[in-house]
């Protein structure tokens, strides 16, 4: 009897769920790694171990022990580096270590755009206070300031002055683990933020999510709460995105797995990327993937996680996809969401973080999300009225 193949991922909270659930559906001995008890994900493992999965070298000596044959962080970015470490130390399929850090570092990734010569903001790392309202001073303009190690538009400000960087800085650093933020020039565009879901063989990109982002300006003008694919760009600019999403990826040395990609288009046409991570996107992006375009993203990761071929297949169930993160615009007690009529038939997921009766606070970055809904659709016309105020009741007391 063939022996199962043994992956450990790391993190076993709501999220991680999608992948544990996958990875047990593909027959895989399953290891969740999280060190706490009640975490949801060690109720669907084999195995669970409780253990802190910030310490790289606690995470090896279990992986060892175990004789793991494949590692991941699904949706954590923070935690790819550890994953990339453990694998390298084992001869497991993985990313060099260095690319990993700099696609998980956003002042390092920000030197890297510079070196390579992709268009970027103006930006500085900065440990301390004074340094950042220094480089601030030489942008004459308006700017943003975050944690350069922390996702989830956790700690990110847009500031017009030194004032509001002494305003905001505190709490930015409290996001951060290593003790460092990036501040950079603030980007004008007349098209709306996109994101890229894409998953890489051998250098090569071999599957395309193209996703047009929409915020809830009124709560959080940072953090997107809606993700619809396909992307609405003409076919000229998504191919001008995909050259230079390629060109990254080479230079960057990305050989095998998931990237998640956050661009914008700027006012003059150039391609900024904004952000870029080694994993799978939140917000059930890997799931509208799916649904949109039949690239089951979630389990090519797992499959090159542990060195199997990856299932790339041509499958489409429905040609509109998109994703909402249910949150509220006030503090109270969740009672539950009120779906419009007609859309609950279009539903294919959901990933409810709270439960109703539980305290909600008014929605800020990706902490204060109650849960993510994925629906699939026929038309775009049917999607944006998907999107329309109201068709989607956060119920709160």
Same mark, same amino acid.
């Given at each position: ?22 990875? /047990? ?5 399953? %290891?969740?790694?999280? $060190? ?7 109720? #669907? @493992?084999?195995?669970?171990?409780? #253990? ?14 175990? +004789?793991?044959?494949? #590692? ?12 990339? *470490? ?7 399929? !993985? ?6 850090? %700099? ?13 390579? +010569? ?14 950042? /309202? ?9 700017? $943003? ?23 905001? *800085?505190?709490?930015?650093?409290? *996001? ?11 980007? =004008? @565009?007349?098209?709306?933020?996109? =994101? ?26 940072? !953090? ?12 000229? #600019? ?17 050989? &095998? ?12 046409? =150039? ?13 059930? %992006?890997?799931? $509208? ?27 489409? !169930? ?46 800020? &970055? @990706? ?28 119920? %709160?007391?």
């Amino acid at each position: 009897m063939k022996k199962r193949k043994r992956i450990m991922i790391l993190g076993a909270n709501s999220g991680q769920t999608l992948a544990i659930r996958k990875a /047990v559906e593909l027959g895989y001995y399953v %290891i969740s790694a999280d $060190i706490h008890h009640d975490a949801p994900g060690h109720a #669907i @493992s084999h195995e669970q171990l409780f #253990i802190d999965i910030s310490d790289r070298e606690e995470v090896l000596r279990s992986a060892r022990r175990i +004789g793991i044959d494949g #590692i991941t962080a699904y949706w954590s970015d923070m935690l790819f580096p550890v994953a990339a *470490y453990v694998a390298e130390q084992m001869q497991l399929p !993985h990313n060099p270590r260095h690319t990993t850090e %700099i696609m998980t570092h956003k002042h390092l990734f920000r030197q890297f755009l510079s070196d390579f +010569g992709f268009a970027s903001p103006r930006a500085r790392g900065c440990s301390d206070l004074k340094e950042m /309202v220094a480089f601030f001073d030489t942008l004459h303009a308006t700017a $943003i300031m975050k944690p350069t190690d922390c996702s989830g538009s956790r700690g990110v400000f847009k500031v017009e002055s030194a004032a509001d960087i002494v305003l905001h *800085y505190e709490e930015s650093m409290a *996001y951060s683990t290593e003790g460092k933020l990036v501040i950079e020039e603030y980007l =004008e @565009s007349d098209i709306i933020q996109q =994101e890229a879901e894409i998953f890489v063989v051998e250098g090569k990109v071999v599957s395309w999510g193209m996703i047009e982002q929409r915020r809830d300006i009124v709560t959080s003008a940072f !953090h997107p709460v809606m993700h619809l694919m396909p992307s609405d760009i003409s076919s000229e #600019i998504e191919d001008k995105v995909k050259e230079t999403i390629q060109r990254m990826i080479t230079a960057l040395g990305y050989v &095998n797995g998931p990237c998640n990609i956050e661009y914008l288009i700027g006012r003059s046409g =150039e391609i900024f990327i904004l952000d870029v991570g080694p994993r799978n996107g939140g917000n059930m %992006i890997p799931q $509208i993937v799916h649904a949109a375009t039949g690239q089951d993203v979630t389990a090519m990761t797992l499959q090159a996680a542990v060195g199997d071929e990856v299932t790339i297949s041509a499958a489409r !169930h429905k040609p509109y996809a998109m994703s909402t993160a249910v949150h509220s615009d006030s503090d109270g007690i969740f009672r539950g969401l009120t779906l419009a009529e007609g859309l609950e038939e279009r539903l294919c997921g959901s990933l409810m973080l709270k439960e109703e009766g539980t305290v909600v606070s008014t929605f800020h &970055n @990706s902490r204060d999300t109650i849960g993510v809904l994925a629906f699939a659709f026929d038309s775009r016309e049917e999607m944006n009225k998907a999107c329309e105020s109201g068709k989607i009741k956060v119920n %709160i007391e």
